[in-house]
T-cell receptor, first 114, second 112 residues
Framework: DQQVKQNSPSLSVQEGRISILNCDYT??????FLWYKKYPAEGPTFLIS?????DKNEDGRFTVFLNKSAKHLSLHIVPSQPGDSAVYFC?????????????FGTGTRLTIIP | KAGVTQTPRYLIKTRGQQVTLSCSPI?????VSWYQQTPGQGLQFLFE???????NKGNFPGRFSGRQFSNSRSEMNVSTLELGDSALYLC???????????FGPGTRLLVL
């Protein structure tokens, strides 16, 4: 049962344009969401997170949007740069003392075309 | 602050052997989680330790075990290795304040 889904396995975007990565979840109890960037043979690097009490969080070129009614979140990267080429994972968590289990999506490979 | 460190970075073992992987969390982080990444299954949660106690466990067989020491360092052990255990094993640490897990570089295990 895939509770967190990234339906696009890959995405190509021209340098300078906006990259939009999408993620859907099924468990309405998830209350904290994160995006990680991953290069091959390396650990995921934390990018940005959002709590379920918010619908938007920005950090530099990265913005995450959360639509709780649709159980959907998206990551916007503006402007896209060649160094953004990597695999992006969304992850969800049920916070609270005693739960540090992240449920990951299957990832989207982003390729920025120079 | 130094990041999460994992040793060794690469390992080659044969079926039936056992392996121990080590993880040192970010200073001050008391929670350590372990994940397995394979091409077919993606990133799967193994277990999480906090203050030397296992708090959460994923759906992996009993051959996968772990422990955490008083300094928050953690080890993961896999006994009776199978070919399907070949994967990237990732460790992540977090604190009650950050609520975000930070990952180490991983240990690449190849079982022949």
């Amino acid at each position: 049962d895939q509770q967190v889904k990234q339906n696009s396995p890959s995405l190509s975007v021209q340098e300078g344009r906006i990259s939009i990565l999408n993620c859907d979840y099924t468990n309405s109890m998830f209350d904290y969401f994160l995006w990680y960037k991953k290069y091959p043979a390396e650990g995921p690097t934390f990018l940005i997170s959002i709590s379920s009490i918010k619908d938007k969080n920005e950090d530099g070129r990265f913005t995450v949007f959360l639509n709780k009614s649709a159980k959907h979140l998206s990551l916007h990267i503006v402007p896209s740069q060649p160094g953004d080429s990597a695999v992006y994972f969304c992850a969800a968590n049920l916070r609270g003392f005693g739960n540090e289990k992240l449920t990951f999506g299957t990832g989207t490979r982003l390729t920025i075309i120079p | 602050k130094a990041g999460v460190t994992q040793t060794p970075r690469y390992l080659i073992k044969t079926r039936g052997q056992q392996v121990t992987l080590s993880c040192s969390p970010i200073s001050g982080h008391r929670s350590v989680s372990w994940y397995q990444q394979t091409p077919g299954q993606g990133l799967q949660f193994l277990f999480e330790y906090f203050s030397e106690t296992q708090r959460n466990k994923g759906n992996f067989p009993g051959r996968f075990s772990g422990r955490q020491f008083s300094n928050s360092r953690s080890e993961m052990n896999v006994s009776t290795l199978e070919l399907g255990d070949s994967a990237l094993y990732l460790c992540a640490s977090s604190s009650l304040i950050t609520e975000t897990q930070y990952f180490g570089p991983g240990t690449r295990l190849l079982v022949l």
